[in-house]
Each structure stands twice: as structure tokens, then as C-alpha cells.
């Protein structure tokens, strides 16, 4: 079945730790996008990539770092100088914007990876 | 910066009534808006997509309408069931490629 996988479904990790979210995706889609939800909250932008080898900050991207060397993965690393890391993650994926009469521009998510610091 | 409001963190209404649920927003104009649906420790699904020209869509028992002179989008849900108890979220784009989402609005239908 298409869709898209991220693993692991929940982390541990000590303080000063860096550690990568795997995000895989068979949909074909260009365009990759990594999201963080904190409790009772809406998803935060923090990295996308709309094609092979480029990739752009979101609204959050300090404290982490993204690669897209293959079309279908866009690994997340969060690294130490995050100062708060404790959250749900969640990639998608997207044939493109909705520009283009007919497409919805949907977000296709993964199930998330919940990142807990100890 | 942009700025998203959903009308209520929590909406509980009774089976078989309308759920009516809103999305604001500030400054620039979207050139579309969706709505998603996420239950409890699971990503957000794709429900609807509205463009700024266009004013209503439906589908099913889902309706969304769009008014940019109000800069508000309004999702209603008829003839409710229990099943459809989850976290509502909307989603702009203002640049492309770029989705902006709101809180969320949680909603519970009691049977």
C-alpha cells in the first residue's frame, strides 16, 4: 500500500543527544514536509522540501536539520541546541501546491513520531 | 505574520444535530483553505478544499464556505454521529508550498 512510514513511533532521548526521525514516502510526491504538535496545539512548520536536494526553513527550524537526497526520505534530526524537543512529530508529503486547477493540494501524514526528553 | 483562530478549543453537541465549527484568520488573503481531521496519536487526514473564488463544497454530510471579506471559513458537520468525535484542524496557504494550520477545534457528539 502507498503512504507514507516514520519511525520510530516514540524515542527517548537524553539531554545533549542529537537523534534522526526517519520519514519514508511511496506516493511519488515532490514535495516533503516535517511538522511539530505540542499538546492541544495546531502543527508548526519546521522544515520542506518541494524537490530533490533543496529544502527550505518553516517557521521553527532552529534547533533541527533535514537532508532530501532521495525522493522518497526526508530524515529530521533534531539536535541538542532544540531546547525544548519534547513533542509529537509528523511528516507529510504532497503531489504539489493547489495551484494547479484539480489538485487539492492535500497533505498526506504519517502516523508521527513521538520524541520524549529525559 | 499570519494568524489562524479556531473558534473554540472544544465543541460538544448532541447526536443528529449540526456541528459548526470556525476558522479565522489575519492579514494576507489565502489562495485556498482545507480542513483536516486528527484522532488522538494519529496524523491529520484531508477532508475538504475550498479556493478564495469559491463560496461553498460539500461532501457527504461535510460543508465548507469561505468568505474572504470576512476572512473566515466556516466547516459544519449534519446529522452528527459519535464517530465523527475528533480534532478538526484548518489549513492555509499563503505561500506556496507553505501550509499555515490553526489550533484545532475538538469536537465531541454525544449520542
Known amino acids: 500500500d502507498g503512504g507514507i512510514t516514520q519511525s520510530p513511533k516514540y524515542l527517548f532521548r537524553k539531554e545533549g543527544q542529537n537523534v534522526t526521525l526517519s520519514c519514508e514516502q511511496n506516493l511519488n510526491h515532490d514535495a516533503m514536509y516535517w511538522y511539530r504538535q505540542d499538546p492541544g496545539q495546531g502543527l508548526r512548520l519546521i522544515y520542506y522540501s518541494q524537490i530533490v536536494n533543496d529544502f527550505q526553513k518553516g517557521d521553527i527550524a532552529e534547533g533541527y536539520s533535514v537532508s532530501r537526497e532521495k525522493k522518497e526520505s526526508f530524515p529530521l534530526t533534531v539536535t541538542s541546541a532544540q531546547k525544548n524537543p519534547t513533542a509529537f512529530y509528523l511528516c507529510a508529503s504532497s503531489i504539489a501546491g493547489a495551484g494547479a486547477r484539480g489538485n487539492t493540494g492535500e497533505l498526506f501524514f504519517g502516523e508521527g513520531s513521538r520524541l520524549t526528553v529525559l | 505574520s499570519q494568524k489562524i483562530e479556531q473558534n473554540s478549543e472544544a465543541l460538544n453537541i448532541q447526536e443528529g444535530k449540526t456541528a459548526t465549527l470556525t476558522c479565522n484568520y489575519t492579514n494576507y488573503s489565502p489562495a485556498y483553505l482545507q480542513w483536516y481531521r486528527q484522532d488522538p496519536g494519529r496524523g491529520p487526514v484531508f477532508l475538504l478544499l475550498?479556493?478564495?473564488?469559491?463560496k461553498e463544497k460539500r461532501k457527504e454530510r461535510l460543508k465548507v464556505t469561505f468568505d474572504t471579506t470576512l476572512k473566515q471559513s466556516l466547516f459544519h458537520i449534519t446529522a452528527s454521529q459519535p464517530a465523527d468525535s475528533a480534532t478538526y484542524l484548518c489549513?492555509?496557504?499563503?505561500?506556496?508550498?507553505?501550509?499555515?494550520f490553526g489550533d484545532g477545534t475538538t469536537l465531541t457528539v454525544k449520542p
Open positions: 489549513a492555509l496557504e499563503f505561500n506556496a508550498g507553505k501550509s499555515t
Open positions: 475550498i479556493r478564495e473564488n469559491e
